[in-house]
């Protein structure tokens, strides 16, 4: 019974602290949120944001290509060209 009662409090202890790191690291994608709404003028959800932030890394990894083989290269352009359909359907 003593070892059921101290699993569960290592549970709520690890669901506390996953809580909190949630919290923390969704800070900095909810202060683009704000920016991306005044730049775009109007209000937009976190999921709009994660869709922006994908084009984005899309947009980094097609434009700026490591010396890489050319399939991995026009991988990034698919995916850019996917993100931003993404976007313009949820936008």
């Not at 996953?18 to 900095?28: A, D, E, F």
């Not at 990034?76 to 359909?85: K, R, T």
Request: net charge positive; charged share 15%; hydrophobic share 55%.
């Amino acid at each position: 019974m003593e070892n059921n009662i101290t699993l569960s409090n290592r549970i709520i202890a690890l669901n506390a602290i996953i809580g909190t790191l949630l919290g923390k690291l969704s800070v900095p994608v909810e202060m683009l949120r704000k920016y991306y709404s005044t730049v775009l003028e109007r209000d937009i959800d976190m999921r709009q944001t994660w869709f922006l932030i994908n084009a984005q890394l899309a947009f980094v990894f097609a434009a700026f290509p490591v010396d890489g083989p050319m399939v991995l290269r026009m991988a990034c352009c698919v995916w850019f060209i996917h993100a931003v359909l993404l976007c313009k359907r949820h936008l």
